[in-house]
């Protein structure tokens, strides 16, 4: 009896070991995407050319 206790008790580990493995690897793949997304943010907005504001006033 205590044997198949302590067999079920191995499987539910290692199946809960398993399923934290899986889960690891996609979180590394969504951490990995996400800092894509914001280096290509970053770089997308650095392309963008600010306007230049003059410091004269207009006159009409």
Request: aromatic fraction near 6%; charge should be positive; charged fraction near 15%.
């Amino acid at each position: 009896m205590f044997s198949i206790v302590l067999t079920w008790v191995g499987a539910v580990l290692g199946l809960a070991l398993f399923v934290a493995m899986a889960a690891s690897t996609f979180l590394v793949d969504l951490d990995e995407a996400m800092r894509e997304r914001r280096r290509k943010a970053a770089t997308a907005a650095a392309a963008v050319p600010v306007p230049a504001v003059s410091s004269q006033t207009p006159t009409a």
